[in-house]
Nanobody, 124 residues
Framework: QVPLAESGGGLVQAGGSLRLSCAAS????????MGWFRQVPGKEREFVAS????????YYADSVRGRFTISRDNAKITVYLQMNSLKSEDTAVYYC?????????????????WGQGTQVTVSS
């Protein structure tokens, strides 16, 4: 098991910024790919961003590219999602997840460990 705990969500006005953090436990964190996903009621969970184990490769959904930045600090066993220029459509519960897959961008089914989620609400 790799316990994950998200933090940093909240209410922000459109155009504002938030930084989400995902703190992990366990020595295996450094070998895991990490991802951020989001979900709104009635819709499927969708991919937001991912980062490989070393931090050398990142991927973004088209809807957030250029506004969001994923990063990780393996010394602190934490992954971050910096969200800038937020829009009302970014409102969702955001989840971080960990994948043992070595694929550059693992499919959602390859993510084996999930946090509880943190609510992000963007007011227009």
């Amino acid at each position: 098991q790799v316990p994950l705990a998200e933090s940093g969500g909240g209410l922000v006005q459109a155009g504002g910024s938030l930084r989400l953090s995902c703190a992990a436990s366990g020595r295996t964190f450094r070998s895991l790919g990490m991802g951020w996903f989001r979900q709104v009621p009635g819709k499927e969970r969708e991919f937001v961003a991912s980062i490989n184990w070393s931090g050398s490769s990142t991927y973004y959904a088209d809807s957030v590219r250029g506004r969001f930045t994923i990063s990780r600090d393996n010394a602190k066993i934490t992954v971050y999602l910096q969200m800038n220029s937020l829009k009302s459509e970014d409102t969702a519960v955001y989840y971080c997840a960990a994948s043992p897959s070595a694929a550059p961008r693992p499919p959602i089914d390859d993510y084996k460990y999930w946090g509880q989620g943190t609510q992000v609400t963007v007011s227009s």
